[in-house]
């Protein structure tokens, strides 16, 4: 606002401008710019004068900064990088997948470790029972003098036809081992001070028993075994920790694996653990019987238990080792065509063939223990038979016993031999060339480095550019108003236009010199980058690919392994069983000797078995994602038939199952004592948690 002096003039006056510039891909750079100019006067008339200037400048390089390539090279670089960053990311799926998968595979080894130590302390226990009744034959039996059995006291079930009072003797007696539970059993069976007297003499007779050497071996290892089990689970616990942790869950959060993948490792079904241990029960129901003169009812109730037992065998135990053999059977051309070498068929040939001889061996067994067992109840059925009779009988029960046990040993051997053959492996058919050429096309870590490759080519060509002279083109000008109040009013009389050449010579070039050195530098350093990684990958199939083929061979030579080291077993057990002057069954010394071995070859194949497996899976994650070719879905999981048949997988974003653990016998280990919720999950959930 201005007032002029001594006229009386009054004016206000304003001024605007904007404008626009844009860049072309070629370089081109366009400016427009539009600038108004107002004043108003108060006086005289209340006159407007606007006056407006359209300026406009076109500069076309020729040179530096001339070209698509050098216009669109930050639209360039953000594109591929953005490229780059969706690379990665399926690789990081890829490696994701194949770590976590890693994890569980490493606690599932170390879970059937611990099952199969737990299985190598049964037999230990089974075993040194078996020697130190077999050392102390005629030596375990105690008793002690005992005027009256104290009134009231019932003998329990654990301790009936072992602990016998014979009142016409006034004595207590005691037949057979005597466990620490029973020890204790008898101390508080009464507290009348006769019988504590009695019992703590046939406790002190019992326990001044010296073992033998092979027993000591076997107790020794026993107490090793312990210490590795305690071990194992220990790590167990440890490993369970560090991969929670892994997953993002907190490691105080209770949580147990699916094992169902362990199921085909199930090797000797449960069922005939337990009517083997039915057997070894079954003496404390015969040792009821008076071994001197058995009583006749008693003997005919412990046959018809016997005759149950038996039955229980037939239905059951032969029956799942018959539908073993007869899966293995339909198998056999598949395994035939999977092995590589004539060698390796001639083996699962022979060892299918003795193994269906020993279960045909069996089935003959099971029939003349039926026939003895008819025999046997027949002669008891009539009330005047003799004390011969009823001898014969108490005794041909003993033995039937004891074959069966025998049996049912024999029939885990034939079971080991089946089962073994149905544990499978995924093929990975594909040739070393084909491996090694599928990783050089599919590998987008590989993808990524050699675009960097071009890059780095690309930045050389614009550090280059600018060491060039700058040559550019340039035509500018104005466009007014003629004045007056229309500041819209354009007049081509009163407009300027400009062209020329712009030309600067590239006399300082320093900098620009140095840039483009270090940019050749770089592009030969990430060109020797990109070899170098494909090498490595090239590097990393081969070895993969190596590895895959080694342990596939492992694995069929630990197949034959664990057979073999079952029939050791079953031989050293069958020897040590063996009356005395029968080959060296009944020698002293070398039984614990022979059993020790045994059970070591069955632990060491065990253990080998599921390394073997483990690695052979991990191996085989690890040479699809080298390849690039692993697919991950929506779901993080591979889209593999073998996990996405699994029963927990689905297409859906993978989440933790709450589900209460269910461990059994050879799953427990020892508790975190953590706090949180119980999850149970299987692959699906652990991709699903762990993204």
């Not at 000797?593 to 690695?615: G, V, Y």
Request: aromatic share 6%; charged share 25%.
């Amino acid at each position: 606002h201005r007032l002029g002096p001594g006229d009386g003039v009054d004016s206000t006056s304003g001024s605007m401008r904007f404008g626009v510039r844009k860049v072309l891909p070629a370089g081109t750079q366009i400016a427009m710019e539009l600038a108004n100019n107002t004043l108003w006067l108060f006086s005289g008339g209340n006159q407007t004068q606007s006056a407006s200037v359209l300026s406009y400048s076109i500069t076309q390089p020729l040179l530096i900064g001339a070209g698509r390539k050098i216009g669109l090279e930050n639209l360039t670089d953000s594109e591929r990088n953005l490229l780059y960053a969706t690379r990665d990311l399926a690789r990081f799926r890829q490696t994701f997948f194949t770590d976590t998968v890693g994890g569980y595979l490493g606690l599932l080894t170390t879970l059937q470790g611990i099952r199969n130590e737990q299985g190598n302390i049964r037999r230990l226990e089974d075993q040194t029972d078996r020697l130190m009744a077999e050392a102390t034959r005629g030596e375990r039996a105690a008793n002690s003098d005992l005027a009256a059995f104290p009134d009231g006291v019932v003998i329990p079930p654990e301790l009936a036809g072992q602990l016998v009072y014979r009142e016409d003797l006034q004595r207590l007696f005691w037949r057979g081992l005597m466990s620490d539970e029973q020890e204790e059993m008898l101390r508080n069976l009464s507290q009348e001070p006769g019988f504590k007297t009695a019992a703590e003499r046939i406790i002190q007779s019992l326990r001044t028993t010296v073992a033998p050497l092979d027993v000591l071996n076997l107790q020794s290892s026993l107490v090793t075994s312990v210490n590795n089990l305690r071990s194992s689970q220990l790590r167990y616990q440890d490993q369970l920790d560090a991969f929670k942790l892994q997953l993002g869950l907190p490691p105080d959060m209770k949580l147990t694996i699916d094992n169902t993948l362990l199921k085909q490792f199930e090797v000797i079904s449960g069922e005939l653990f337990t009517i083997e241990d039915e057997a070894k029960e079954f003496a404390a129901i015969s040792g009821v019987l008076d071994d001197e003169s058995p009583d006749l009812i008693e003997l005919r109730l412990a046959l018809q238990k016997f005759s149950e037992l038996l039955g229980r065998a037939e239905s059951i135990g032969m029956k799942q080792v018959s539908d073993d053999v007869a899966s293995v059977e339909a198998a056999i051309p598949i395994r035939l065509a999977e092995l590589q070498t004539d060698e390796d068929r001639k083996n699962l040939t022979a060892d299918f063939e003795r193994a269906r001889f020993l279960y045909q061996e069996a089935s003959e067994k099971m029939l003349e223990i039926r026939r003895a067992l008819a025999g046997f109840q027949e002669t008891v059925r009539s009330d005047n038979i003799g004390l011969d009779e009823r001898l014969e009988a108490y005794n041909g029960l003993t033995m039937m016993r004891e074959d069966l046990l025998r049996l049912m040993q024999n029939l885990q051997v034939v079971q080991i031999s089946m089962r073994i053959e149905l544990i499978s492996l995924i093929p990975v058919d594909v040739s070393l060339e084909e491996a090694t050429a599928n990783a050089i096309e599919n590998r987008v870590d590989l993808m990524n480095s050699r675009a960097m490759v071009m890059d780095a080519r690309r930045q050389v060509e614009i550090t280059a550019n600018r060491m060039q002279a700058a040559l550019d083109l340039v035509v500018d000008g104005d466009i007014r108003t003629a004045g007056g109040n229309r500041p819209f009013n354009f007049n081509g009389e009163s407009s300027q236009m400009r062209a020329g050449i712009r030309f600067t010579a590239p006399l300082d070039q320093i900098t620009e010199r140095n840039n483009y050195r270090v940019a050749l530098l770089r592009y030969q350093r990430q060109r020797r980058a990109y070899m170098q990684a494909e090498d490595e990958i090239k590097q990393d199939v081969r070895q993969a690919w190596r590895q895959i083929i080694v342990l596939r061979k492992n694995f069929e030579t630990t197949r034959r392994a664990v057979r073999l080291a079952a029939l050791q077993y079953d031989s050293a057990v069958n020897e040590a069983n063996a009356p005395a002057g029968q080959g060296q069954g009944g020698g002293r010394g070398l039984q614990g000797n022979n059993l020790l071995n045994a059970l070591s070859a069955i632990l060491r194949a065990q253990n080998a078995l599921i390394q073997n497996w483990t690695n052979y899976e991990q191996n085989r994650l690890n040479i699809y994602r080298d390849m690039g070719t692993m697919e991950v879905g929506p779901d993080g999981l591979w889209n593999d038939p073998f996990y996405r048949n699994q029963d927990n997988a689905s297409d859906e974003p993978a989440q933790i199952r709450l589900q209460s653990p269910s461990l059994d016998r050879f799953d427990a280990v020892p508790g975190d004592g953590g706090g949180g919720h119980v999850e149970r999950v299987g692959v699906a959930q652990l991709i699903g948690t762990g993204e």
